[in-house]
């Protein structure tokens, strides 16, 4: 609509309020049918204005794209990103605060955990001690008892707290593998440490699992298994913690998440793990390492998230550009349609015209003439003087696909005789 009448000058407002539509509208389908809309009624409009309606459809079209569909799918190109950007900046603030909640559970359940776990190991060497009375023993039962409830209650707490995906790359406790069993042995645990081998060179996320395996053993022992003896065995590619049968293991079974953390702490690292009851009544627990530095890092979660949202932004950017792409094929086709149908219609080739002459009779001239004419006289810029009484028909020029221009051919007969023909341009 912007062709006719000298509108031109709309198209800037016209294109400002597309990209403002594209910047704020959340509805793809109401954009498709605002589109639509717009362009059959420019459509209409063309085809009760013009005798020959085809280049005024092509100028519709191309008016219609880029005014209103390319400022349209720059503004929603603009506002996908935006929320693309704002979506990760929300991803990221999560993940934030779920690794400060996984750090404050780890910190709890290092610092807590292994105590409450050598609290429960005295108690239970005060119980077995000769030297001590019935009221005694059965009060370091009861102590016994509420560490084990107290490392349960922990657990869950730190179930609630913390995240398996954040906490996987958190440091365990800042201690080696040595010092570990060390403390252990003095808090009165039954440990020997082995070493099999050089000493391993790992790399920091296979260090901090193999501490993590050794820490997480020696507390179960203490925890389920007290007066046991344990026995840790470190070699280059694997660590095994065996702890002996006991006669009167601790009445806990645990929830067994302890294993299920572990297991998932050396799948990371790039090993695996195995934990079970020995044929002796003992349990061991089996981690296989990888020798040397890890090739590579598991996928963390928040690149994952940040991937969703990449991807959810680029199929919604496709959807959008799918609608001037698909609009414009339609069209496209639409119109060669109604070209060929116009110019087999109504198309007169230039070699015919010019075989025309001025005194053919009518009969003769038809033989060369398209089937119809287009139609009434359509509006030209300038129209040549017409013989008296003669009656004119008018012809579009070209009978190609590729002949879509605006010039018409007039013909005009008086007493069925041809007494001028011209070539008249559309205004």
């Given at each position: 609509m912007l062709m006719f009448d000298g509108g031109g000058w709309l198209s800037l407002p016209m294109a400002a309020l597309a990209w403002l539509a594209g910047r704020q509208m959340a509805s793809?389908?109401?954009?498709?049918?605002?589109?639509?809309?717009?362009?059959?009624?420019?459509?209409?409009?063309?085809?009760?204005?013009?005798?020959?309606?085809?280049?005024?459809?092509?100028?519709?079209?191309f008016v219609e794209f880029t005014v209103s569909v390319l400022p349209w799918w720059f503004g929603r190109f603009q506002r996908l990103h935006a929320e693309q950007r704002e979506r990760e900046r929300g991803i990221v603030a999560e993940q934030a605060r779920l690794r400060e909640r996984a750090r404050i559970a780890q910190d709890m359940?290092?610092?807590?955990?292994?105590?409450?776990?050598?609290?429960?190991?005295?108690?239970?060497?005060?119980?077995?001690?000769a030297d001590v009375t019935d009221e005694q023993r059965q009060t370091a039962a009861e102590l016994r008892a509420s560490a084990v409830r107290a490392t349960n209650r922990l657990h869950e707490i730190v179930q609630v707290l913390?995240?398996?995906?954040?906490?996987?790359?958190?440091?365990?406790?800042?201690?080696?593998?040595?010092?570990?069993?060390?403390?252990?042995?003095?808090a009165g645990l039954r440990v020997r440490l082995r070493h099999s081998g050089p000493v391993p060179v790992?790399?920091?996320?296979?260090?901090?699992?193999?501490?993590?395996?050794?820490?997480?053993?020696?507390?179960?022992?203490?925890?389920?298994?007290?007066?046991?003896?344990?026995?840790?065995?470190?070699?280059?590619?694997?660590?095994?913690?065996?702890?002996?049968?006991?006669?009167?293991?601790?009445?806990?079974?645990?929830?067994?998440?302890?294993?299920?953390?572990?297991?998932?702490?050396?799948?990371?690292?790039?090993?695996?793990?195995?934990?079970?009851?020995?044929?002796?009544?003992?349990?061991?627990?089996?981690?296989?390492?990888?020798?040397?530095?890890?090739?590579?890092?598991?996928?963390?979660?928040?690149?994952?998230?940040?991937?969703?949202?990449?991807?959810?932004?680029?199929?919604?950017?496709?959807?959008?550009?799918?609608?001037?792409?698909?609009?414009?094929?339609?069209?496209?086709?639409?119109?060669?349609?109604?070209?060929?149908?116009?110019?087999?219609?109504?198309?007169?080739?230039?070699?015919?015209?010019?075989?025309?002459?001025?005194?053919?009779?009518?009969?003769?001239?038809?033989?060369?003439?398209?089937?119809?004419d287009i139609g009434r006289a359509p509006k030209v810029i300038a129209t040549p003087p017409r013989p008296a009484g003669a009656n004119c028909v008018y012809y579009q020029v070209g009978d190609s696909l590729l002949d879509v221009g605006s010039d018409v051919y007039e013909l005009c007969f008086a007493d069925d005789v041809l007494v001028s023909k011209d070539r008249l341009e559309r205004a």
């Open positions: 793809l389908a109401l954009a498709v049918w605002v589109f639509a809309a717009v362009t059959s009624t420019g459509l209409a409009l063309a085809f009760w204005r013009s005798s020959d309606p085809v280049p005024e459809w092509l100028s519709v079209a359940h290092d610092s807590l955990g292994h105590e409450l776990a050598l609290l429960a190991l005295h108690s239970g060497a005060l119980e077995l001690a913390g995240s398996a995906d954040a906490a996987t790359d958190l440091r365990p406790a800042d201690e080696s593998i040595d010092d570990l069993v060390r403390r252990a042995t003095a790992w790399s920091p996320m296979v260090s901090q699992a193999a501490h993590r395996v050794v820490q997480e053993s020696l507390t179960n022992a203490a925890r389920h298994a007290p007066g046991a003896s344990v026995t840790v065995t470190l070699a280059r590619t694997r660590i095994e913690v065996v702890n002996d049968a006991v006669a009167q293991p601790a009445a806990s079974t645990g929830s067994g998440q302890g294993l299920i953390g572990l297991d998932e702490r050396v799948r990371l690292a790039g090993g695996s793990l195995i934990a079970g009851v020995r044929p002796d009544g003992g349990w061991a627990v089996t981690a296989v390492l990888p020798d040397g530095v890890l090739a590579g890092a598991p996928p963390q979660r928040p690149a994952f998230e940040l991937g969703v949202s990449r991807r959810q932004t680029r199929r919604r950017l496709l959807q959008a550009a799918a609608l001037p792409l698909g609009g414009g094929l339609t069209l496209i086709a639409a119109l060669i349609v109604v070209q060929a149908f116009s110019v087999a219609r109504s198309g007169l080739a230039d070699d015919r015209y010019g075989k025309l002459r001025p005194g053919q009779p009518r009969a003769d001239v038809e033989r060369l003439l398209p089937p119809h």
